[in-house]
């Protein structure tokens, strides 16, 4: 059965691609989460406006991407949190956390553009690769300082 994909798939096509997948396949999973519709004598033309307004999307959708990229550069984020005498965190700081920084911020990021190899587990400085596809990388500056321990400042006072 030939369809016409409205989503982009993995393994299977892109947006506007004519495929040919088993009818159960396109009746059970495609046509009911609209990711596809049926290939059709008269949807030639449909095939085609589709194409040109999902090259239209992601146009738009990249010129966004590389005006975030643009506003990105060089961004240093804050966080404080609480941490032992010798710089250990207690806890750590995570990509969710730096996603949330960032949409307070302004910035729409999502978690899985954040490149971190593990959670940030010690006070200090450090650089993250913010990755958006299509070659379009940046990098910002994260810098973690301790917290004063309330716990400290009571033993001070006294």
Known sequence: MKV??????KNLGQAGDIVSVKKG????????KKWAIPFTDGSASQVRHRQQMIEC?????LLLRQTLVDKLKGLTLS???????????FGSLTVFEVSKQLQLQGYEVGKKAIKMENPLKETGEYT???DFGSD???EIKVHISPAVSKKKEASSKE
């Open 25 to 32: 396949y396109a009746r059970h999973l495609l046509f009911p």
């Open 79 to 89: 966080f404080t949190k609480e941490a032992d005498s010798s710089g250990r965190l």
């Open 4 to 9: 016409i994909l409205q989503k982009d798939l």
């Open 57 to 61: 999307k992601k146009k738009k959708a």
């Open 128 to 130: 993250l690769l913010l």
């Open 136 to 138: 379009m990388k940046t």
